[in-house]
């Protein structure tokens, strides 16, 4: 943990207030204490969670930015996740909705923005699938995770390497049995990921009413175990969130970890998801005020993912606008970076 900032007022700067008379000096003492007091009291991630904040909400201001995302073929680029290839380039993979069915796609860029489809990975033969996300094996390789029907459940994939992942060779995979609800659990993310052992971050349909957040484990691709994470929701329901706590991510940035989350203000109206920015450090979370180019206001499955970009660090955000809420020609997958 990093030692709070500590704003020290020197005696020069009091000199003006000497001839003050003693009621005035005790109320000056009286607010620098208590200044101090809630500098002192400041969590060591407020200021570095700050900066974040204005990176994510500043759209208009990121270095650039795609709206209603596409690939070289045309398939809607929906809930895109997007990781730094090992090999070069980035890899993202998405769900494409053709005729109501979800199906998992493949892509690789060289800038983020423009996306060359590779294949399908889900969704034809397997059932409509959906929500995938990525990273890379600390130990080699690739491992996926996405919503899979029938029964919403999630499924668990692992690529021994890149010409497998293109090639769609999985090497192990797991459907998990629904733990939590038995109606439906999904929306993953990957907090740490090897070809043995899988942290995961998923929803769970709670009461069959509305989603909300649990953390699991996989084991050994066999191994599924999962709980309740209140906390995280309360982090939420302190903003007036009614409807689902749903998709979130997670990222390091300048040594604290963070997260982003959507939580929906009124279930079932698409055009009240809002994303959130959550404190790892203290469990806490800001409403994101996201600026865009037309004016959207509702932004979901939001991903993050600290990367590098030309060769200099960025944060790189992808969020889902929903039609509802929507500026002119914004709603689809917004995709945009900053460079620090």
């Avoid at 998709?247 to 989350?261: P, S």
């Amino acid at each position: 943990m990093k030692t709070p900032l500590l704003y020290v007022i020197g005696v020069c700067l009091l000199a003006g207030a000497c001839a003050k008379n003693n009621a005035a000096n005790d109320t000056a003492g009286n607010e620098l204490t208590a200044k101090s007091k809630a500098t002192a009291l400041a969590a060591p991630s407020d200021l570095t969670r700050a900066e974040l904040r204005h990176i994510i909400e500043n759209v208009t201001g990121a270095d650039a930015h795609i709206y209603n995302a596409k690939d070289n073929v045309g398939h809607t680029m929906d809930c895109a996740k997007i990781i730094a290839n090992p090999s070069g380039g980035f890899i993202a993979v998405y769900h494409t909705y053709v005729n109501g069915q979800a199906k998992v796609n493949l892509a690789s860029s060289t800038d983020v923005l423009h996306w060359t489809w590779i294949r399908e990975l889900a969704g034809s033969n397997t059932g409509s699938a959906s929500q995938p996300t990525i990273a890379v094996a600390a130990d080699g390789g690739f491992v996926m995770a996405w919503e899979q029907e029938p029964n919403n459940h999630l499924k668990f994939v692992y690529f021994r390497n890149w010409t497998d992942l293109q090639n769609g060779a999985v090497n192990k995979s797991f459907n998990a049995p629904q733990t939590l609800s038995s109606c439906a659990e999904g929306t993953p993310n990957l907090y740490y990921a090897s070809s043995t052992r899988l942290d995961v971050g998923h929803h769970f349909y709670s009461n069959c009413d509305v989603d909300r957040q649990a953390r699991g484990t996989l084991t050994n691709f066999n191994t599924w175990t999962t709980s309740k994470q209140p906390n995280f929701d309360n982090a939420l329901l302190y903003w007036g969130v009614k409807g689902n706590i749903g998709d979130r991510d997670a990222a390091v940035y300048k040594g604290y970890n963070f997260g982003v989350i959507e939580g929906q203000g009124t279930k079932g109206d698409f055009g009240t998801w809002r994303t959130y920015l959550y404190d790892y450090q203290t469990g806490n979370a800001d409403t994101l005020h996201i600026v865009t180019d037309h004016g959207s206001k509702a932004f979901a499955n939001p991903t993050i993912a600290n990367t590098v970009i030309n060769g200099q660090n960025a944060i790189l955000v992808t969020l889902f606008v929903p039609s509802e809420n929507s500026g002119g020609g914004e709603a689809g997958e917004l995709i945009y970076y900053k460079k620090y």
